[in-house]
Each structure stands twice: as structure tokens, then as C-alpha cells.
Nanobody, 118 residues
Framework: VQLQASGGGVVQAGGSLRLSCAVSGGTSRILQMGWFRQAPGKEREFVASVSWARGGGEYADTVKGRFTISRDNAKNTVYLQMYSLKPEDTAVYYC????????????WGQGTQVTVSS
């Protein structure tokens, strides 16, 4: 499974961005897709996840009501729509795929920088 994240950038507080994660290879094994982020000096944290088969979404409390995760199985792409961005949302955002082979395997994209200026 290979993941290619894109869509990051610089935006003012209150603005919006949409991140995309293109998935290639092994898509039939994917159980769940997610977004994580890591701010400077902090650990990587969960942002949102979506079931590859059923859709829906789960969110960290810090982004609930502002971010929406979705997937387009036909395009093998997962999106993270971010609204009402805050300076504390500044981080490198990573796309994640959880796949079932003989065991559960996590795959990571290369990360895309999101910077929210105040």
C-alpha cells in the first residue's frame, strides 16, 4: 500500500483547507483510513478515521465539528476537509492506512505541512 498526501499549505486562522490522500496497491486489504498530525516538539496524534468499506468517521475532540473525513473508493482517495482552522492546527499531517494481511499493518504517507497563521 502506498499513500500520497497533498493539499497542505498556509492559511489564515478561520480559513479552510482540504487534504487528499491517494491510495495505490493493496486497496482490497484496507480496513480503515485515517489522518494523524504532528506539531513541532509534540508526538503524533490522531485526527480522524474512516472505515474503507462503510464510510462514517471518527474524530479527535479537538477537531470535531470543524473537520470532515471522507473517502472516494472509486478514486482510491481519502479527504480531510478542514474548516475554521486555528493556529494550534499547525502541524505536518500524515495519511494512514490500516490493512489486514496475516496481521494488521499500518502504512504511512509522507506528510503534508499545514500552517495556520493568526
Amino acid at each position: 500500500v502506498q499513500l500520497q498526501a497533498s493539499g497542505g499549505g498556509v492559511v489564515q486562522a478561520g480559513g479552510s483547507l482540504r487534504l487528499s490522500c491517494a491510495v495505490s496497491g493493496g486497496t482490497s486489504r484496507i480496513l480503515q483510513m485515517g489522518w494523524f498530525r504532528q506539531a513541532p516538539g509534540k508526538e503524533r496524534e490522531f485526527v480522524a478515521s474512516v472505515s474503507w468499506a462503510r464510510g462514517g468517521g471518527e474524530y479527535a475532540d479537538t477537531v470535531k465539528g470543524r473537520f470532515t473525513i471522507s473517502r472516494d473508493n472509486a478514486k482510491n482517495t481519502v479527504y480531510l476537509q478542514m474548516y475554521s482552522l486555528k493556529p494550534e492546527d499547525t502541524a505536518v499531517y500524515y495519511c494512514n492506512a490500516r490493512s489486514r494481511w496475516a496481521s494488521l499493518v499500518n502504512y504511512w504517507g509522507q506528510g503534508t505541512q499545514v500552517t495556520v497563521s493568526s
